[in-house]
């Protein structure tokens, strides 16, 4: 049967509250008050404004005690003395009083009443009401604990006694005297104590004497502090010497009598509900507003994850926020990393994107897939396919701004779909295109016109100005250039006004020499990228940027190679290089007579005596058609120089297309 969490109609809840009053940090006397069952007849939801605006709400202030089976037991008499107590959280009626009263008996020990709540509470006061009209005579030594857990642990909260020194070892007072005091027990004597119709009553406020109440909104010490799930009163057993054994034997029979136990509090809701009520189990579950979820609104609803969850305060409702991911997807989570690095403002990601999105928001399309400008992003069918031709174009995917296709070389349009300037239809369909005038002897007389060997030693090796070794990752046409994206894996030598780094890079080459296959990349290989000073970088986009000419060699790289550059690298660093400004008689006329020659090949006229590692590169002359340069295996042999015994020779052999 649902029972209402609001109290009936009672004459004892507010007047007791009333009493309390005076010892009430005013924030919580306002929003008591303001919060009266009264005020839900409003014709909107208390936790927003009339606009729409979330606010700090708080749940009915209640009786939480209201109709909830108490248990009284003895320390003498065992545990479950007396369970199921209606009548100390019935209906209270000063007119027809029910009063519970304790056994009497010559026994002495403790007398223990237990109060589960069900669920957390925000306790405001907690309060006894006796049956005798009178001031009760004798000594009163009484301890008020709560649960945080549901009964596994109990904490004090607060010692009444008339002697707390003797009794609890803490001095007599009423407000702690330092922040750090605040959530412990005090001790005072309660007398006199309050009185109403039908019994004296005492009354504990939770926050009357702690120096933080005022700012009970902020102070999450004190949060805790009046957090329970369970309350219990004990009632110690005083013994006074006294000669007349018959009055001691009276006060010891005289029986405890309690007509009414309150606990007046709120649901914890930490500020996200304006009601409380019962689910099908019969627990009782806070109504969360703010987008917020569980049984004390402590957590956020799914999908409500952007930012971090807070407790409301007055200032700040602090509301759950909806992940921001485009309408793609319904689920997201939060991560503090991505929080931290926005400035605190969004850590949602979105998760399972749909409609061939991607990215953190669902902002991005899938590869494979560009964006639709004539819609919004919002919509469903904002990412449409590349439709990349299948034989002009490089893959599937294209640019996700543009919808440009990666083409081939001699195909050109956003789909790739016909052949570029200068260009004819070709019968291969690796070539779509030919070009039309171009020949391959052009190009071999572009690229290297001579068959020739060339030693690399130290002395070519310090003329470099950049030996790297490099991942090739994409490349994508701009004007007359060609940029790759590539990683750059090994920095083996690099010239003092160079700035390369390892890592991502971008790599610029012109577009005739790239047609010509010098330097022969290919996306998705490792190469070994040797740049000499004479490239011609005045054709570069800017000054600055890592460009590949046919000045430029690039190896398919070969594992083993690995050692013997390093020690070319470590000969660098101790100082065999010679300085930039005396190298000019390292260097070799880079376009005789007889045609151009990339300046790393360096006619071989006579050994050279170094003791250090020498690659010997040989360049055969055939045959050179676009993008299908293939490198065969490097062998390691004896260099024609007699070398020291602890030395070798490195050739590296590139052979021109078949």
């Known amino acids: 049967m649902f029972r209402p969490f609001s109290p009936p109609p009672s004459t004892s809840l507010f007047p007791v509250f009333l009493l309390l009053l005076p010892f009430l940090p005013p924030s919580l006397v306002s929003s008591s008050l303001s919060h009266t069952p009264l005020s839900w007849t409003s014709p909107h939801d208390p936790c927003y404004y009339l606009d729409g605006r979330p606010r700090h709400c708080l749940s009915e202030f209640i009786n939480g005690a209201y109709g909830v089976p108490a248990n009284a037991s003895h320390s003498l008499q065992g545990p479950d003395y007396d369970s199921n107590i209606t009548t100390l959280t019935d209906l209270h009626n000063p007119h027809n009083l029910t009063c519970w009263m304790a056994r009497g008996g010559p026994d002495t020990g403790e007398w223990v009443l237990t109060l589960p709540l069900g669920r957390r509470f925000e306790i405001t006061y907690i309060s006894l009401q006796f049956c005798q009209q009178g001031e009760p005579s004798d000594p009163i030594s009484i301890s008020i604990l709560k649960s945080m857990d549901y009964g596994r642990t109990w904490r004090p909260m607060q010692h009444y006694s008339s002697d707390c020194l003797g009794d609890f070892g803490l001095p007599s007072q009423t407000v702690a005297q330092t922040r750090h005091q605040e959530t412990e027990p005090l001790c005072s004597d309660p007398r006199p104590l309050q009185k109403q119709r039908g019994g004296m009553v005492l009354a504990f406020s939770t926050l009357d004497g702690r120096p933080s109440s005022p700012d009970f909104d902020h102070s999450h010490t004190l949060q805790d502090w009046v957090t329970a799930t369970d309350i219990r009163v004990v009632f110690h057993q005083v013994s006074k010497d006294n000669s007349d054994k018959r009055e001691e034997a009276r006060r010891r029979d005289a029986p405890l009598a309690l007509s009414d136990l309150q606990v007046g509090g709120r649901c914890k809701c930490n500020g996200h509900a304006s009601r409380c009520r019962r689910d099908n189990t019969g627990q009782a579950v806070c109504v969360c507003e703010h987008h917020t979820a569980g049984q004390d609104c402590d957590v956020c609803e799914d999908f409500y994850c952007d930012r971090p969850w807070h407790r409301a305060t007055p200032t700040h409702p602090n509301p759950c926020v909806a992940c921001e991911c485009n309408d793609h997807s319904n689920k997201c989570r939060f991560s503090m990393e991505v929080f931290q690095q926005s400035g605190r403002r969004s850590g949602g990601v979105c998760q399972k994107c749909r409609h061939h999105t991607a990215g953190r928001h669902c902002q991005y399309c899938q590869n494979g897939y560009t964006r639709d400008q004539s819609k919004p992003q919002n919509h469903r069918k904002a990412c449409q396919p590349c439709l990349c031709h299948p034989l002009g174009a490089v893959g599937r995917w294209c640019n996700q701004t543009s919808g440009q296709c990666l083409c081939r070389d001699g195909v050109t349009g956003l789909r790739c779909n016909r052949c570029a300037p200068g260009y004819k239809q070709g019968k291969s369909p690796l070539r779509p295109c030919i070009r039309k005038s171009t020949t391959t002897e052009e190009c071999v007389s572009y690229c290297q016109p001579s068959q020739v060997k060339v030693r690399m030693n130290l002395e070519t090796y310090c003329l470099k100005d950049f030996v790297l070794k490099v991942q090739v990752k994409g490349m994508e046409r701009s004007g007359p250039w060609w940029q790759f994206s590539i990683s ?143 490198h065969t295996e490097a062998d390691v042999k004896p260099t024609e120089v007699t070398p020291s015994p602890y030395t070798h020779t490195l050739v590296c052999s590139t052979q021109g297309p078949g």
């Open 488 to 630: 750059v894996h090994t920095v083996f030598r690099t010239g003092s006004t160079s700035r390369i780094r390892r890592g991502p890079q971008s790599l610029w080459v012109p577009d005739r020499d790239l047609g010509c296959g010098c330097p022969a990349l290919h996306v998705g290989r490792t190469f070994l990228l040797i740049g000499a000073e004479e490239g011609e970088r005045g054709w570069s986009p800017e000054e600055s940027r890592l460009v590949a000419d046919r000045s430029t060699l690039a190896l398919q790289w070969r594992e083993h190679w690995s050692p013997k550059l390093r020690g070319f690298r470590g000969q660098d660093k101790r100082g065999r290089c010679p300085p930039k400004h005396q190298r000019h008689h390292y260097r070799e006329p880079t376009k005789p007579q007889s045609g151009y020659i990339p300046p790393h090949l360096l006619t071989e006229k006579e050994p050279l005596s170094v003791d250090t590692h020498s690659v010997k590169v040989e360049d055969a002359q055939t045959s050179v058609v676009p993008h299908t340069h293939s």
